[in-house]
């Protein structure tokens, strides 16, 4: 059964300090690796990664894949209140579905 | 441009009921995909439709149905209503139906609630 896995949980920082959020996956016919953040109800797309090692920035946000460990980290530098969010990892297989995390819940204390 | 819409944004039923719920994709796109999300969960795939066509389908029992309408719009419709059916439901649109390659944008969900 395909299954995407979150780790931490859950999370509490404070601001300015760096967190490294992980997604692992075993998922057959993977085609692409999704990160979103969901603050209240929308997820907001953030990244799609397709292909190891190359990784993809955005800001303070940046994300790695690896497939042949199967797994993906977001990294999130010098946060902020307004990272406060449940960050949820998803996998899309050859059909197009989302394969979804349970996701991390990040607080970020000021 | 707007996104994702869906409607209502919230509503409440008793057991035994029918709800109908309501997407309109991003402009342009001509996929639809239905999730389900319960609470302290991520949220777990219930349908993908494009052009008009179911393309896929979640382990979810046959009082989901759902149908994509000519303007790739789309409705979602659940029968006999379980307490177990409370959850946020979101639609995401993308462009192209069945390609793992085209990001998901999600609406802001329909919260249901079934007491």
């Known amino acids: 059964e395909d299954k995407v896995v979150q780790s931490p949980l859950s999370l509490v920082v404070h601001e300015g300090d760096t967190v490294t959020l992980n997604c692992s996956y075993e998922?057959?016919?993977?085609?692409?690796l999704l990160w979103y953040k969901q603050e209240k109800k929308a997820p907001t797309f953030l990244f799609m990664l397709t292909s190891s090692g190359i990784e993809k920035k955005s800001g303070r946000l940046s994300s790695i894949l690896d497939k042949k460990e199967l797994f993906s980290i977001l990294n999130i530098t010098a946060t902020q209140t307004g990272d406060s969010a449940i960050y949820l990892c998803a996998v899309s297989s050859n059909t197009g579905k989302l394969i979804f995390g349970q996701g991390t819940t990040l607080q970020v204390k000021p | 441009d707007a996104g994702v819409t869906q409607s209502p944004t919230h509503l409440i039923k008793t057991r035994g009921q029918q709800v109908t719920l309501r997407c309109s994709p991003i402009?342009?796109?001509?996929?639809v995909s239905w999730y389900q999300q319960v609470l302290g969960q991520g949220p777990q795939f219930i349908f993908q439709y494009y052009e008009k066509e179911e393309r896929g389908r979640g382990n979810f029992p046959d009082r989901f149905s759902a149908r994509q309408f000519p303007n790739y719009s789309s409705e979602l419709n659940v029968n006999a209503l379980l307490l177990g059916d409370s959850a946020l439901y979101l639609c995401?649109?993308?462009?192209?139906?069945?390609?793992?390659?085209?990001?998901?944008?999600f609406g802001p969900g329909t919260r249901l609630t079934v007491l």
């Open positions: 402009s342009g796109h001509k996929s």
């Open positions: 995401a649109s993308s462009a192209a139906g069945g390609s793992p390659y085209n990001e998901q944008f």
């Open positions: 998922v057959t016919n993977f085609r692409s």
